[in-house]
């Protein structure tokens, strides 16, 4: 099946700092890719949907200012956290779609990014 | 906005079937999915159901939807060790569109 892989898999940051997160496919171009926050014991929470070349889309709530989303390549998509926060902490995820290919729905998920502030 | 819910917790023997139940709210909804979630990897897809079916069978798994009810179930048959997980359901409006995902539902199978 394809492969995404997310990285990095942990980070530890200061309050105030920006925290890069990337995500790639490895074994396809994905025409679109998905941005998730995990909260414990909670649903996915979609944050936003980029298509290469264009700008993202964010979800209501989600501040597009803080949460930076650049999709450069059709297997590259890359998520910054700015001036990250404690309340930023949280398990992200990505995922990528194959245009209009393989089953309905189906996304290909990373193993997630565990994001905590101090 | 749409909603999706499910139990949090489910503890099988092995041999057994699981059911794991979900309700959603959306009338929209086309397709209805079923992710799972192993520890340290990706949700990966295990089957989905087109809003005009009540029933899917994939050889252990059986998706049965009441969409009257708005409710989604998966039975795993003869539950395996390996399928401890945490089981999520999903629902979109049209192939592509975006995800709605429930809470998750982790499946403990003990010995």
């Known amino acids: 099946g394809a492969v995404v892989s997310q990285h990095p898999s942990r980070v530890i940051c200061k309050s105030g700092t920006s925290v890069k997160i990337e995500c790639r496919s490895l074994?396809?171009?994905?025409?679109?890719m998905f941005w998730y926050r995990q909260f414990p014991k909670k649903s996915l929470m979609l944050m936003a949907t980029?298509?290469?070349?264009?700008?993202?889309?964010?979800e209501q709530g989600v501040e597009k200012d803080k949460f930076l989303i650049n999709h450069a390549s059709l297997t590259l998509s890359t998520l910054t956290v700015t001036s990250a926060h404690p309340e930023d902490s949280s398990f992200y995820i990505c995922?990528?779609?194959?245009?209009?290919?393989?089953?309905?729905?189906?996304?290909?998920f990373g193993p997630g990014t565990r994001l905590t502030v101090l | 906005g749409e909603d999706v819910e499910q139990s949090l917790f489910l503890s099988v023997r092995e041999g057994d079937s699981s059911v794991i139940n979900c309700t959603y709210t959306?009338?929209?909804?086309?397709?209805l999915y079923w992710y799972k979630q192993e520890p340290g990897a990706g949700l990966q897809l295990l089957t989905y159901?087109?809003?005009?079916?009540d029933m899917k069978q994939d050889q252990r798994l059986t998706v049965l939807l009441n969409k009257k009810d708005k409710h989604l179930s998966l039975r795993i048959a003869d539950t395996q060790t390996g399928d401890s997980a945490i089981y999520f359901c999903?629902?979109?409006?049209?192939?592509?569109?975006?995800?709605?995902f429930g809470g998750g539902t982790r499946l403990m199978v003990k010995p």
């Open positions: 995922s990528a779609r194959v245009g209009s290919s393989g089953r309905p729905g189906e996304q290909f």
């Open positions: 074994d396809f171009q994905a025409t679109t």
């Open positions: 980029s298509n290469e070349g264009s700008k993202a889309t964010y």
């Open positions: 959306d009338s929209s909804s086309t397709y």
């Open positions: 159901i087109f809003s005009n079916m």
């Open positions: 999903a629902e979109s409006r049209s192939a592509g569109n975006m995800l709605t």
